[in-house]
């Protein structure tokens, strides 16, 4: 054999080597910076398929999002509140909501404030979609670890009025579930995979109990 092809042959079998043996390496590695989580869908008739779930949300979605990577139809983005939601989140999306389609919404964190305008807007939301057969649901906004800019105090203020105030809405109280049974977070605000896994696994179960409709 030409020495030239020899030398090829061998070059190239030491690079698949090469990044056969660092794919481990960096496996590992995302293992141990990302808390892992157990997914869990309940178990739905066959027409589940002609279901949808559509999610609005800030970065904790997207933290969601990129934990369960499932079929559902996702509106989210980083440091987004009130204002991204009327704007972009829901328009988005809108033309996706049609029967049997749950919206679900987990917005807040990052504008506590605009308490009024998010009880407006999604009671008023709400309406539309259930004319289209669709459900709205609302997620609490869940619990920080000293974050500095938003207190408990604020949050549990801002939860318990969107609780009391929205309308053709259901409320899912994912904050007690979290201080109820623990959680933890990667920077004080954002949750790690198992958290974000666990809020998704809670909201599906939440959806089963509420509404049967929504699997068939």
């Avoid at 999306?93 to 308490?115: K, R, S």
């Amino acid at each position: 054999m030409n020495c030239r092809k020899i030398l090829t042959i061998a070059l190239t079998a030491g690079t698949l080597t090469s990044a056969l043996l660092a794919q481990p390496v960096l496996a590992a590695s995302l293992t141990e910076n990302q808390e892992e989580g157990t997914l869990s869908k309940p178990d739905h008739p066959d027409t589940v398929s002609a279901d949808k779930l559509i999610f609005i949300g800030d970065s904790r979605t997207e933290g969601i999002r990129d934990a369960v990577q499932d079929d559902s139809v996702w509106s989210c983005l980083s440091s987004m509140g009130y204002d991204w939601m009327v704007s972009t989140g829901v328009p988005q999306v809108e033309d996706e909501i049609e029967d049997n389609t749950a919206v679900i919404i987990l917005m807040g964190v990052n504008d506590l404030y605009h308490v009024n305008d998010y009880l407006s807007y999604i009671n008023e939301k709400a309406v539309e979609w259930s004319d289209l057969g669709a459900q709205t649901y609302f997620v609490s906004v869940g619990p920080v670890e000293n974050d500095p800019y938003a207190s408990n105090t604020e949050i549990e203020s801002f939860n318990s009025a969107m609780e009391a105030n929205l309308s053709g809405v259901t409320y899912i109280d994912v904050y007690s579930h979290l201080v109820t049974d623990g959680f933890s977070t990667v920077d004080g605000i954002h949750y790690p995979n198992s958290v974000s896994i666990d809020i998704y696994n809670y909201i599906l179960d939440h959806l089963e109990e509420q509404r049967s409709g929504i699997w068939g």
